[in-house]
């Protein structure tokens, strides 16, 4: 049985925590920063956890399922 490659985009995007559980980004960070509100911005920062009905698309990306 051949390993299973990880999924190049989805290392660089998500990160797991100590409990098993997934970390993500918020989108909408990156450019085109000066129509949105100080608000907008600062509530981009903060990274969430991805939805339970994707957890195991983005663990089988992860190699880790």
């Given at each position: 049985?051949?390993?299973?490659?990880?999924?190049?985009?989805?290392?660089?995007?998500?990160?797991?925590?100590?409990?098993?559980?997934?970390?993500?980004k918020h989108?909408?960070?990156?450019?085109?920063?000066?129509?949105?509100?100080?608000?907008?911005?600062?509530?981009?920062?903060?990274?969430?956890?991805?939805?339970k009905c994707?957890?195991?698309?983005?663990?089988?990306?992860?190699?880790?399922?």
């Open positions: 049985m051949p390993k299973i490659k990880t999924n190049s985009g989805a290392k660089k995007r998500f990160a797991l925590t100590g409990s098993g559980k997934i970390k993500r989108a909408f960070h990156s450019h085109i920063l000066t129509k949105k509100t100080k608000k907008q911005k600062r509530n981009l920062t903060h990274s969430g956890l991805i939805a994707d957890e195991n698309n983005v663990k089988s990306l992860l190699g880790l399922k």
